[in-house]
């Protein structure tokens, strides 16, 4: 069964403390997948798209990377502001997009 | 430029009462896709259309969800006979053509809470 797991829940950083999300998937037939940020009471707002295996892509504190069975965000340095849920989607051929239910991300000042 | 946009952006509704919730895409955009969010969890698919066609509605909780986009732009989701287990966030989003091009990404609008009494 397609299956988008994402770990952990919560997390809680100090400001400048570097970490990482999680996002583990089992589908057939990736074509992407793709990661959102979502703030309170706000649609999902897009940051990434990965599509193969090995790639990596950046954006400011963040960077997204790929293998064959999960993808990372990695959060360097982060601020404050960087506090949202994060959510990991993956789209497979038919179009089918599943998401999985997010990292609630705080980051202490 | 403009983005999604929903309305309204909250709906309260008494059981039993029917409720029209609309989405204007982003303009040009030709896919169009709406999600369901209960508290804490991630979006699901509902539905998806390609311009003015439903091509797929497996996501639709029951008959009584029913999704229409008549001239291929605005799309309203509507639902018959509200249940408090409808009670939700419902996201549309839009995507330049889900079938061509090399990037698929859906861009999303607010969201409209639905609280069913």
């Known amino acids: 069964e397609d299956q988008v797991t994402q770990s952990p829940e919560a997390l809680r950083l100090q400001e400048g403390e570097s970490s990482s999300l999680n996002c583990s998937y089992t589908?057939?037939?990736?074509?992407?997948l793709f990661w959102y940020r979502q703030d309170p009471g706000k649609g999902p707002e897009f940051l990434f798209t990965?599509?193969?295996a090995g790639e990596e892509k950046e954006k400011e504190r963040l960077k997204a990377t790929l293998t064959k069975k999960e993808s990372f965000l990695h959060i360097t340095a982060p601020k404050p502001e960087d506090s949202a849920t994060y959510l990991c989607?993956?789209?497979?051929?038919?179009?089918?997009?599943?998401f999985g239910a997010g990292t609630r991300l705080t980051v202490k000042p | 430029g403009a983005g999604v946009s929903q309305s309204p952006r909250y709906k309260v509704a008494k059981r039993g009462q029917d409720v029209a919730l609309r989405c204007d895409p982003i303009?040009?955009?030709?896919?169009l896709f709406w999600y369901q969010q209960a508290l804490g969890q991630g979006p699901e698919f509902l539905t998806y259309?390609?311009?003015?066609?439903?091509?797929?509605k497996s996501g639709l909780p029951s008959d009584r969800f029913f999704a229409e986009r008549p001239e291929g732009s605005v799309s309203t989701l509507k639902i018959q006979r509200t249940q408090q287990e409808d009670s939700a966030v419902y996201l549309c989003?839009?995507?330049?053509?889900?079938?061509?091009?090399?990037?698929?990404?859906?861009?999303f609008g607010p969201g409209t809470r639905l609280t069913v009494t």
């Open positions: 989003a839009s995507s330049l053509d889900i079938d061509r091009g090399s990037s698929y990404e859906q861009y």
């Open positions: 589908v057939s037939g990736l074509r992407g």
């Open positions: 990965l599509y193969s």
């Open positions: 989607a993956v789209l497979k051929w038919d179009n089918d997009m599943r």
């Open positions: 303009s040009g955009h030709v896919s």
């Open positions: 259309f390609q311009n003015e066609a439903q091509l797929d």
